[in-house]
């Protein structure tokens, strides 16, 4: 087969956002629209990067994903790469993805030069809901702001788009008819394996086995239709024994069965409902947790009883001893994104190890950890995870929860279970607590966030004059390892106790702004108040300051992230 120029012209919008490009599918499936991005990566590479090496495709299996995927092949093979790196129906998991790369380079010698992974992450699938796709460079993680920025560049001026001239057939997918795309070698993976054997080498599956046969601990996991279901049924089932029943919505679906893929107190709501969270009867299930549509965030419940990802980072960190991964290397650093509460410092300070606190956006621990700085990570956007890979990964905080609620029962008797609440509290007990909310002002029409934002520089001064020790900035990070600058990464009002109200505009979502505020405040002695008691003056200041309301017309956030009272 002949390689193919296609004639194209640029689309003027293909700027990515935190992770990758998000758009609606109808913009997606505009003529040669996503083959523009995709050649653009390319343009943006060196030739010698590529040429001749291989690429990781792989996505959350929502709409348009197969059709995606046969197009990056033939312009894989337009522009020199020797062979791709395919699975089942094309579903990996996006830390599954990223592991892929890492253990390939480190076995075959760097012959993978990067991963594209087709996924909006959390945001809602199907035809009439978004699309994503982004680049992971060799060290599986996302490309840094620099390359993306080069992406962009390339898009604005593309001309034309190098094709190799095959038909992909779909069955490709089913690891059938791989020679059909010769001479671009295709290789099928089992990427459930693939990612089993991964999280083996770092837990305990032996003892964690044990724990969950015990007849006082059920727990369930929600896949919310997306990515995550395969591996979860793989190591839950085959591996670690539990029961069909114990796992719910494990079936990935284009459209996410119709729901929003995001393990939040508002989406997850089978997982609410079956904890008891929210003020729901609690039921019979002891442990729950829940991963989104790409399978890199995870949601952690004990019966009645909603875990912050703030909370769970620091506990996990407090708790590292019953991972083995980390008895084995030790704890390097802990790092947490700049909105994420301080409880991970207060965990770091008594393991007297550094705590990082970078910009959002994973992509920020990738370089302290491939300079072996940091050893585990977490963001109050749900995700959390380690250096062993470079994604979040939410299948793997389920099974560190589960190996610390193993730990702390090992000699507990059958009726005697150490619950997820009861770890909690113990630790809230030791550090204090650090209350915290988080609100979403959702679909803001373009400028009206940056007007609320104008607002609030304006009030930097009076802030500050409002009580001793009060400090207001634009958050600017300076990454420790290559010394680049992120500016203008949100704005931050600091009581003079380390309480707080943050500011960010969320660069998630796919055509509208995002605005959110996030709320915390630290009580060493009095651990057991109401999250919305415990922050009601800090929440007055943040409205009053802001005057969202007045800017924006919303009268209350579209999603509030906390935990409410069981009672």
């Known amino acids: ?76 093979g337009g522009n020199g790469v020797k062979g791709v790196y395919i699975s089942e129906e094309g579903l990996m998991s996006t830390p599954c993805v990223s592991e892929i790369v890492r253990t390939l380079n480190a076995t075959q010698g760097e012959h993978i030069f990067g991963a594209m992974i087709l996924t909006a992450s959390h945001n809602p699938g199907g035809k009439e809901n978004d699309f994503g796709i982004k680049f992971n460079t060799k060290n599986g993680a996302p490309a840094l702001e620099d390359l993306t920025g080069k992406i962009f560049e390339e898009s604005k001026k593309i001309s034309e788009i190098s094709v190799l001239d095959v038909l992909v057939p779909e069955e490709l997918l089913q690891g059938k008819n791989l020679e059909s795309v010769k001479p671009l070698e295709a290789h099928y993976l089992d990427a459930v394996k693939v990612y089993t054997e991964k999280m083996r080498q770092i837990f305990d599956f032996d003892k964690l086995k044990k724990f969950l046969a015990r007849k006082d601990f059920k727990m369930l996991f929600d896949g919310m239709h997306g990515v995550a279901g395969p591996f979860a049924k793989h190591i839950f089932l085959q591996e670690l024994g539990i029961s069909a029943d114990n796992l719910v919505n494990c079936e990935p679906k284009e459209d996410f069965g119709g729901g929003h893929p995001d393990p939040n107190l508002t989406y997850a709501t089978t997982l609410v409902a079956k904890m008891g969270l929210q003020g729901h009867p609690v039921g019979e299930y002891d442990f729950g947790a829940a991963c989104d549509g790409d399978a890199d965030r995870n949601m952690i419940a004990g019966k009645g009883f909603f875990v912050t990802p703030s909370d769970s980072i620091a506990i996990i960190a407090a708790n590292y001893e019953a991972i083995p991964y980390f008895v084995k290397n030790g704890l390097k650093g802990v790092a947490r994104s700049m909105p994420t509460s301080a409880a991970l410092n207060l965990v770091a300070q008594k393991l007297a190890v550094e705590c990082y606190e970078t910009p959002t956006g994973w992509k920020f621990f990738g370089n302290l950890m491939d300079a072996g700085k940091l050893s585990l990570c977490g963001e109050e956007s749900f995700g959390t995870g380690s250096d062993h890979v470079r994604e979040k990964d939410g299948l793997w905080a389920v099974l560190a929860w589960l190996s610390i609620l193993a730990k702390a029962n090992e000699n507990s008797a059958e009726g005697s279970l150490v619950t997820v609440e009861t770890i909690v509290k113990n630790h809230w007990k030791e550090f204090g607590r650090n209350y915290y909310s988080r609100y979403d002002y959702e679909g ?24 001793e020790g009060n400090t207001s900035n634009i958050f600017k990070y300076v990454d420790p390892v290559d010394k680049s ?83």
């Open 485 to 567: 600058v992120s500016d203008n990464q949100g704005l931050r009002f600091i009581y003079g106790d380390g309480s707080r109200f943050v500011f960010r505009i969320s660069g998630t979502g796919s055509g509208l702004d995002t605005l959110r505020l996030y709320l915390e405040k630290y009580s060493k002695e009095n651990t057991e108040l109401e999250t919305q008691d415990a922050l009601k003056e800090i929440i007055q200041d943040a409205l009053d300051f802001s005057t969202i309301k007045d800017i924006t017309g919303k009268t209350k956030p579209d999603v509030v992230t906390q935990l409410f009272s069981q009672k």
């Open 444 to 467: 803001l029409q373009a400028g009206l966030a940056d007007k609320v934002f104008a607002q609030l520089k304006a009030k930097f001064e009076e802030f500050s004059k409002k009580g």
């Open 1 to 76: 087969p002949k390689i193919v120029k296609i004639p194209t012209k640029p689309y003027l919008d293909q700027k990515a956002g935190t992770s990758g490009l998000r758009k609606k599918v109808a913009v997606v499936e505009q003529e040669n629209y996503l083959d523009n991005f995709v050649q653009s990566i390319f343009n943006a590479l060196n030739p010698e990067e590529y040429k001749g090496k291989y690429l990781v495709i792989g996505g959350d299996g929502r709409y348009y994903n197969k059709v995606a995927i046969q197009k990056i092949i033939r312009i894989a």
